[in-house]
């Protein structure tokens, strides 16, 4: 007996696997730039600190928000 599958399903399942793979790439790249934004905050000049904490904030945020969007 076969069972008959959507093109619609099929095109919408690979689109979603794409998304899915694109984020996590996202992710990593971001997770990257908050360790380096930590390692400058904490090693550069202290008159960066001010720019580096925002950073470090910005970049949590973001993930925060692609987290939230890798969860739906």
């Known amino acids: 007996m076969a069972e008959i599958i959507s093109f ?3 095109a ?3 689109r979603r696997s794409a998304e899915r ?6 992710v990593a790249i971001v997770e990257a730039n908050l360790h380096l ?3 400058l905050f904490s090693t550069g000049p202290a008159a960066e600190r001010p720019v580096r904490a925002r ?3 910005q970049l949590g945020e973001i993930l925060e928000y692609m987290s ?4 739906r």
């Open 37 to 39: 934004a930590l390692r």
């Open 68 to 71: 939230a969007a890798q969860a």
């Open 12 to 14: 919408r399942a690979r």
């Open 8 to 10: 619609e399903d099929v």
């Open 55 to 57: 950073q470090i904030r």
């Open 21 to 26: 793979e694109t984020v996590a790439a996202c």
